[in-house]
């Protein structure tokens, strides 16, 4: 009889323990599935840290490059002091772990005002450049003027020296209706600076009767916001110096009405702002555009 009792006991103890297995599954099952969670978050949290990185470093890189395309004293101790804060706040972030939300919070909101910082001072430098071009202009019509006085007061031999020199003037190409049209990489027009894979600059050069007819070598000049050359291949003379161009392509003109069109393939960072195209042939300046784009 105790045997018999001994076996139902058991019999109930092994019951009640079968009952509990579901239950400690489910439990088993929810706490994998919180973990798998939680190592989701962190690599999330991993990856926004490293973007973030990403961005401070390209942020003190534009202003390396920014100082390099400015001459003011001041402006360059204010570019100095920024890049310095950037790089600054870029080695706190390395220093901050991942998890640490508090501080990961702020340093995005500091790279929130260092990027609209970054932002002012791009359209600073760009209204010098625009400034230095205007005065070049006044000062390349001034010459002109003042060589044209000179022809008319000269001699015969002067004079003739000038006609030539009006000649040659004459022939210097130049182009018109100059489109900057950036692109994705399906071809289709891109309307943000982070989805362009190439630009397609295209212009007209005009009727030029008096122009030497033959092949040219054409080159085109796209510079972002920074002033840095867009996809640099190359470089070319001119004005006594040797500067970098974006794309070039040798055509047969024959003093015809010509359409022409390069293309700039992009491998680099693009910010927000206005991108210009310079064209060049025979050693001028033959025609300039730009375009504004946004991030």
């Known amino acids: 009889m105790k045997s ?6 058991s019999l ?40 973030m990185e990403n961005q401070y470093a390209e942020f003190a890189s534009q202003y ?6 400015v001459r003011d004293d001041s402006l360059i101790a204010r570019l100095n002091a920024e890049q310095a804060r950037a790089e600054s706040l870029l080695k706190e972030l390395k220093q901050t772990k991942a998890n640490s939300s508090a501080e990961i919070l702020r340093l995005k909101r ?3 005002t260092v ?30 003027d003042a060589e044209r006085t000179r022809a008319e007061n000269s001699d ?45 600059v295209s212009f007209t050069i005009t009727r030029n009767v008096t122009a030497k007819a033959g092949n040219r070598t054409v080159y085109v000049r796209l510079l972002k916001p920074n002033q840095q050359v867009v996809g640099q291949s190359g470089s ?27 293309y700039v393939p992009v491998s680099e960072f693009l910010s927000a702002g206005n991108y210009s195209a310079y064209i060049f042939a025979d050693g001028q300046m033959i025609g300039s555009s730009s375009v504004r784009m946004e991030k």
């Open 115 to 144: 990027r609209a910082v970054l932002r002012d001072y791009i359209r600073q430098v760009d209204s010098l450049q625009q400034l230095n071009t205007a005065l070049i202009g006044e000062r390349d019509q001034a010459r002109a």
């Open 156 to 200: 015969i031999q002067a004079r003739n020296s000038a006609l030539n020199e009006q000649v040659a003037i004459a022939a210097q190409l130049d182009a018109t209706g100059i489109s900057i049209s950036p692109l994705k990489k399906n071809g289709k027009a891109a309307k943000k600076s982070k989805d362009i894979a190439r630009f397609s």
């Open 110 to 112: 500091e790279l929130a």
């Open 64 to 69: 390396g490059e920014l100082k390099k395309s």
């Open 4 to 9: 018999l009792f001994h076996l139902l006991g």
């Open 12 to 51: 109930l103890l092994l019951t009640g323990l079968v009952a509990l297995l579901p239950a400690c599954n489910d439990d088993a099952k929810k706490l994998a599935d919180k973990e798998k969670e939680l190592e989701e978050l962190r690599q999330l949290a991993e990856l926004d840290k490293r973007e």
């Open 236 to 262: 070319f003379n001119y004005e006594n110096r040797s500067i970098g161009y974006s794309a070039a392509k040798t055509i047969e003109y024959t003093g015809q009405e010509q359409h022409v069109t390069l």
